[in-house]
């Protein structure tokens, strides 16, 4: 059996972890998320969250990465036979879901960024973005046409994809992550320098920063802090687990999913600057209070910093390195999401790296073209509420049972504890025992209330379900027929580092 790969060095890995955790959100849903919950109020849910969830989590997910040394599949084989379908079902609903309209938001990035260099969104950006460039149809069942610039950016993602995934993990993964973290984190310093020097850009960066702890006492403010840390850091992808099994014996645990955590929050932080003093500099400019320059999430990268470009000197190259930015972080969250399946259909099936990624684009880039259509926003939309709301929180609560309630916990806290510089105590048993499934738990119930109530996004009962839950299920669906196939390698023999000293 040919040897597992491994990350060439210690740096190599946290730059891929940081890489995979660093995506499109820490730019755009974070800033807006701390404006609408108490400005700098904010960061006391968020960090509280990040250290009772999030990098207990982490740590959970690098401890089983490393301990049973496999993807998610072959480590939660290795921890409960039964369990195999879990780690599938984690890497197939985002590789086929999440990753297909994740290229797609991308592409639109590329276009943006061509765009850019002479401001060609015109003078409303928002019927340009919503009736030019994605010329959106009424309703997610009037599908439309393939849109050719789209599809052209996104032959160019996938490309890009495959070429690194292609190369393994030493000069594919780490190689490029060496290249695009330094790369995204001297652009982001570029553009918040730039920002905050712009005119009214104190008003932005008031709006921000400034403290409303009345928003404290919202319960809501609370489970989306969650949220966001749980959803930021690529936890329940599968991700961390497989990047985890590349590394050596000897590795720092501990100090890496701390390293990688912090990197991501920091980042997010620091780059909410850049995004404020824009807002402020428009609010300024126009004589708009900053709450009519704001925009959520989308409407913030495509709209309303696109007008920004637009009445700020030297526009068009602040927006080619803002866009640049989105690409680096976009493109170094995909590829580890191809990564994490490619390596679970390795470990079971054998399959040449070589051959599996490049099919495994082919099939990609096909299944991204339904998102490429004047439908397309509107499939994104309903897809990614119910993967992330529901795929991905049900594989962290069902991770939590498996290896506090199922497995011997204390075997990966010994684990962690024997190579790590920062031991692990009971408090991080109680933590993955109880508090985070009960959190994750709450934001489920609270996701399947609200479905409940009236169907997601004011669509109609028959697009959810067919497009929404349709997905869901026939994820799972796949999860238990591939679970159920023989494995064609020895790799399901063994059974950890645990196990074998």
Request: charged share 10%; aromatic share 16%.
């Amino acid at each position: 059996m040919k040897k597992r790969e491994q990350w060439k060095s210690q740096i190599g890995f946290l730059l891929a972890a940081v890489g995979s955790a660093i995506g499109l959100g820490n730019i755009w849903r974070f800033s807006y998320m701390a404006y609408s919950y108490g400005g700098g109020a904010f960061l006391i849910p968020y960090f509280t969250a990040l250290l009772t969830a999030g990098i207990p989590l982490m740590i959970l997910e690098f401890a089983i990465g490393h301990e049973r040394i496999g993807s998610a599949p072959l480590a939660y084989a290795r921890i409960h036979r039964n369990w195999e379908w879990l780690g599938w079902w984690a890497v197939i609903f985002v590789m086929f879901g999440i990753e297909l309209y994740y290229t797609v938001i991308i592409s639109w990035c590329v276009n943006y960024f061509l765009l850019s260099f002479n401001l060609g969104w015109g003078q409303d950006p928002n019927a340009y973005f919503f009736q030019k460039f994605l010329a959106i149809t009424e309703a997610p069942g009037q599908i439309g046409e393939v849109r050719t610039p789209i599809l052209f950016g996104l032959i160019a993602v996938w490309f890009i994809n495959w070429i690194i995934v292609y190369r393994g993990v030493q000069k594919g993964l780490e190689l490029a992550n060496k290249i695009f973290m330094p790369m995204l984190f001297v652009l982001t310093a570029i553009l918040v320098f730039w920002s905050v020097n712009l005119e009214g850009a104190s008003l932005g960066l008031k709006a921000y920063l400034t403290p409303d702890f009345s928003k404290l006492s919202n319960p809501r403010v609370w489970i989306d802090a969650y949220s966001q840390i749980f959803f930021t850091l690529s936890l329940g992808f599968g991700i961390m687990i497989a990047y985890a099994s590349y590394l050596p014996e000897r590795s720092d645990i501990t100090k890496n999913a701390y390293l990688t955590a912090f990197i991501n929050c920091g980042y997010s932080l620091f780059a909410g600057f850049a995004v404020f003093s824009v807002l402020g500099f428009m609010s300024y400019t126009q004589g708009k209070p900053i709450s009519d320059v704001v925009a959520q999430s989308i409407g913030l990268a495509f709209v309303a910093y696109p007008k920004a470009l637009s009445l700020m000197p030297g526009g068009n190259l602040f927006g080619v390195i803002f866009f640049l930015c989105l690409v680096v972080a976009g493109v170094s969250s995909s590829v580890s999401i191809i990564e994490a399946f490619a390596s679970a259909m390795i470990d079971k099936f054998g399959f040449p790296r070589k051959v599996l990624v490049s099919i495994l684009c082919i099939l990609g880039f096909l299944g991204s073209i339904m998102f490429t259509t004047q439908a397309g926003l509107f499939w994104l939309d309903i897809v990614d509420h119910f993967l992330t709301n529901y795929g991905l929180v049900v594989v962290g609560i069902a991770e939590c049972i498996l290896a506090g309630w199922l497995f011997d916990v204390t075997i990966l806290q010994r684990h962690v504890n024997r190579v790590s510089s920062i031991k692990l105590g009971r408090g991080w048993i109680v933590l993955i025992r109880y508090f985070v499934p009960l959190v994750l738990g709450v934001m489920l119930i609270g996701s399947i209330r609200n479905e409940v109530i009236e169907p997601y996004g004011g669509y109609g009962w028959a697009a959810v379900a067919l497009i929404g839950v349709n997905w869901v299920l026939l994820t799972i669906l796949a999860s238990v027929v591939i679970a159920m196939r023989p494995w064609r390698t020895k790799e399901r023999e063994k059974r950890g580092r645990g196990h074998t000293r």
